[in-house]
T-cell receptor, first 115, second 110 residues
Framework: DGGITQSPKYLFRKEGQNVTLSCEQN?????MYWYRQDPGQGLRLIYY???????QKGDIAEGYSVSREKKESFPLTVTSAQKNPTAFYLC??????????????FGDGTRLSIL | QKEVEQDPGPLSVPEGAIVSLNCTYS??????FMWYRQYSRKGPELLMY????GNKEDGRFTAQVDKSSKYISLFIRDSQPSDSATYLC??????????FGAGTTVTVRA
C-alpha cells in the first residue's frame, strides 16, 4: 500500500542527546514536510523540501536539522539545542506542479519525550 | 493575531446531530482550503479539499468556503460516535505550504 511511514512511534531523549526521526514515503511525491504538534496549537512547520538535496526552514527550525538525500526519505534530527522537544512530530508529503496546490498526506507521527 | 483562527472547543453532541465547525482567516492570499480529521495518536487524514467559494459535499460531510468573509465551515450530518476526533482546518497560498487552525475536538455521544 502507498503511504508515509514514520518510525519509531515513540522515542525518548536524554539530556544533551541528538535523536533522529525517520520518514519514508512510497507515493512518489516531490515535496516532504516536518511539523510539530503541541496541545492546542495546531501544526507548526519545522522544515520542508521540494527537491532532493534541497530544503528550507519553516517557522520553528531552530534546534532541528534535516537531510534529503533520496526522494523517498526525509529524516529529522532533534538536536540538543532544542530545549523543549517534547511533542508529536508529523511528516507529510505532496506532489508538485499539477495545476495548483495538492493536499498534503500525513504519516502517523512520532511522539518524542524527555527522559 | 494568528493567520488562521479555529475554536478549539471541545464540542460534544448527541449521536445523529449535525456538527458545525468553522475557521476564519486574515490573509486573502489563501486559495486552497482543506479539512483534516485526526484521531488520538494518529496522523491527520484528509476529509475535504476545495479551491473555490461555495459548497462541496461528500457523503455526510459538507465543506463551505466564503472567500469574501474569509470564513470556512465543515458540517457533519447524522453524526456517529466514530466521528469523535479532532478536526483541523488548513489552507494554502499556492506556495505548497499549509497554515493550520488549532483544531476542534469533537465528541459524539451514543
Amino acid at each position: 500500500d502507498g503511504g508515509i511511514t514514520q518510525s519509531p512511534k515513540y522515542l525518548f531523549r536524554k539530556e544533551g542527546q541528538n535523536v533522529t526521526l525517520s520518514c519514508e514515503q512510497n507515493l512518489n511525491h516531490d515535496a516532504m514536510y516536518w511539523y510539530r504538534q503541541d496541545p492546542g496549537q495546531g501544526l507548526r512547520l519545522i522544515y520542508y523540501s521540494q527537491i532532493v538535496n534541497d530544503f528550507q526552514k519553516g517557522d520553528i527550525a531552530e534546534g532541528y536539522s534535516v537531510s534529503r538525500e533520496k526522494k523517498e526519505s526525509f529524516p529529522l534530527t532533534v538536536t540538543s539545542a532544542q530545549k523543549n522537544p517534547t511533542a508529536f512530530y508529523l511528516c507529510a508529503s505532496t506532489s508538485l506542479g499539477q495545476g495548483g496546490n495538492q493536499p498534503q498526506h500525513f504519516g502517523d507521527g512520532t511522539r518524542l519525550s524527555i527522559l | 493575531q494568528k493567520e488562521v483562527e479555529q475554536d478549539p472547543g471541545p464540542l460534544s453532541v448527541p449521536e445523529g446531530a449535525i456538527v458545525s465547525l468553522n475557521c476564519t482567516y486574515s490573509n486573502s492570499a489563501f486559495q486552497y482550503f482543506m479539512w483534516y480529521r485526526q484521531y488520538s495518536r494518529k496522523g491527520p487524514e484528509l476529509l475535504m479539499y476545495t479551491y473555490s467559494s461555495g459548497n462541496k459535499e461528500d457523503g455526510r460531510f459538507t465543506a463551505q468556503v466564503d472567500k469574501s468573509s474569509k470564513y470556512i465551515s465543515l458540517f457533519i450530518r447524522d453524526s456517529q460516535p466514530s466521528d469523535s476526533a479532532t478536526y483541523l482546518c488548513a489552507m494554502s497560498k499556492n506556495d505548497y505550504k499549509l497554515s493550520f487552525g488549532a483544531g476542534t475536538t469533537v465528541t459524539v455521544r451514543a
